[in-house]
């Protein structure tokens, strides 16, 4: 599970841009969103985090599930989004992935 600087696949560009931006809780256009993807399945989550908070959730998947099970009020969302994605890709290769143009949400 190593980051990559270049490449692309299905729109989504292996990167370390900056973080996402944010306005009042959406997206701004033309902002960046970072996720997983495995490189074997293709398939690609983008919880709404940063760059930074996923790959600390990656290098520290054994305390988040160690967490997750003590924890009475649960995960933030997208730990718990990360967390099932990695379990479900374990023994495959996942990368910090990014897209940018993220279209705003509703409020």
Known sequence: MTDQNSGRRNGVTLSSEPVLSLSKGRA?????????????????????TTRSE?????????VVREVAKHA??????????????????SGHS???VSRAGARPTSA
């Not at 996720?35 to 919880?47: D, H, K, L, T």
């Open 54 to 62: 996923l790959a600390w959730l990656r290098e520290r998947l054994h």
């Open 28 to 48: 701004v256009a033309g902002a960046v969103q970072y996720g997983f993807q495995c490189e074997e399945c293709e398939q690609a989550i983008f919880p709404a």
């Open 72 to 89: 009475q009020t649960g995960l933030d969302t997208w730990m718990l989004e990360g967390l099932e994605f990695l379990e479900r890709h």
């Open 94 to 96: 996942v990368v910090l």
